[in-house]
């Protein structure tokens, strides 16, 4: 589980990660999924801490926070007041915005469903 003090540090890198992706950390954290086509990481980064900030040219308000094992990047787009997951070809570096929130990108491309805000299933 993600410790306060994380989620803390995920929002100081940037204020406005969706609330159901941290939900989602608290709950689950992170992982490898859909028999580990994906993985899922318990933290947000950039091409710039990855060291691949000159391979990769996408708008500052996209930050990361998995990839897929074939090689390409899932993150948001935080330029929108609702942030959606985009997805970032590793050959040609183009941006692909699902228009999908986080929880309907994990339950539709993933194909799992999990607890949000203990309430409601997804």
Do not use: C, W
């Amino acid at each position: 589980m993600v410790s306060e003090k994380e989620v803390l540090e995920i929002k100081k890198f940037r204020d406005n990660i969706p609330e159901e992706f941290i939900d989602f950390l608290k709950e689950i954290e992170g992982g490898q999924f859909k028999n580990s086509q994906y993985e899922i990481k318990n933290f947000v980064f950039d091409f710039y801490e990855i060291g691949l900030e000159n391979d990769y040219v996408v708008d500052e308000n996209i930050v990361l926070f998995g990839n897929s094992f074939g090689g390409d990047f899932i993150g948001f787009d935080l330029s929108k007041s609702n942030p959606t997951v985009v997805e970032i070809d590793h050959v040609s570096g183009e941006v692909f915005d699902t228009n999908k929130s986080f929880v309907e990108f994990f339950r539709e491309d993933l194909g799992i469903a999990f607890l949000y805000n203990s309430k409601n299933v997804f």
